[in-house]
């Protein structure tokens, strides 16, 4: 099966190495072309020279990009998506996007006959290395049945969560979760290190206890007691995701205080720490606020 992948990021990359090998014949695409074609040369697959390049031959072509916004961005013109897209195939989106930009593109794509799905991801870059991540499906059920060996290749759980648009709100809400998790866990600690407690000895606690979460298992337990922040997952990229929720409970009119706060947070968290900075490292801006790190 001839499969592009459109995006070698810190997901995008692991994710499809799983696909450079039978039964699938693999093309990427990045904007960086030297990102492409290093890629290319260790996993002996082909580089394209542009979105149409990697579309043409190929039955199903997958984006992971930051945002909707730039996977819209490649539909069109001489070098785009549509350029090179042939009837009849499948276009996966892996990129945590939004529902409305999704349905947008659907629709654009299904005026030439091809299909489409919104199918972001959650495992973290663990997870794609591992191919065990949970896959959330927006499209309908042939469609899934279509791109299930693809997904099958880096997801474990492929769900298929609704219409187009469906698989984006679930991790968007997904992901609103996580990042109030990590603004509670990072007040929580930082207090509890001011007011003398070790951080770590309390982590312990709560992970035996009923406020354990994944962020205190795993992401704090890892990652800050040790001081080791690796980059694997943007603050910015969970900022966009955060206020994707937020955005969401507010087209559909239902009140969510906490989503809105925790969108709001973030944004303050982003700009303070800067473009780079990890998703988990909101820590150091309440550390910063309360002059007391999160250690030993
Ligand atoms: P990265 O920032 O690591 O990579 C972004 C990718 O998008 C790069 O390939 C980049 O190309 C490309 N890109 C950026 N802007 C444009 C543009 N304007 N046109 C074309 N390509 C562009 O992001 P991630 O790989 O971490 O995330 C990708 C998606 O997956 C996001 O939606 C994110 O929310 C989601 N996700 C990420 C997870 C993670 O753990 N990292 C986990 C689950 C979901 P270039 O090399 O040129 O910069």
Known sequence: ??????????????????????????????????????????SGVHAAGSPADAARGAAVVITCLPTSREVEALIDGPDGLLAGLSDQS?????????????????????????????????????????????????????????????????????????????????????????????????????????GGVSPSLALDVINASSGRSNVSQNLFTERVITRAFPRTFKLALLEKDVTIAAEFARENRVPSPLTQVAADLLRVARGALGEDADHVETVKLLEQWAACEVTG
Request: aromatic share 4%.
């Open 90 to 194: 499948l276009m996966i989106d892996c990129t945590s996007g939004d529902p409305a930009t999704s349905r947008r593109i659907s629709t654009r794509l299904a005026e030439r006959g091809i299909s489409f799905m919104d199918a972001p991801v959650s495992g973290g870059v663990a997870g794609a290395q591992q191919g065990t991540l949970t896959v959330m499906c927006g499209g309908d059920a042939a469609t899934l049945e279509r791109a299930r060996p693809v997904l099958e290749a880096f997801g474990k759980k492929i769900v298929l969560c609704g219409p187009v648009g469906a698989g984006d709100a679930v991790k968007a809400v997904n992901q609103a979760l996580l990042g109030i998790h990590i603004w509670a866990l990072s007040e929580g600690l930082v207090a509890l290190s001011k």
């Open 1 to 42: 099966m001839n499969v592009s992948f459109l995006g070698l990021g810190a997901i995008g990359a692991p994710m499809a190495r799983h696909l450079a090998k039978p039964p699938f014949a693999l093309t990427v695409w990045n904007r960086t072309t030297a990102r492409a074609t290093a890629f290319a040369a260790e």
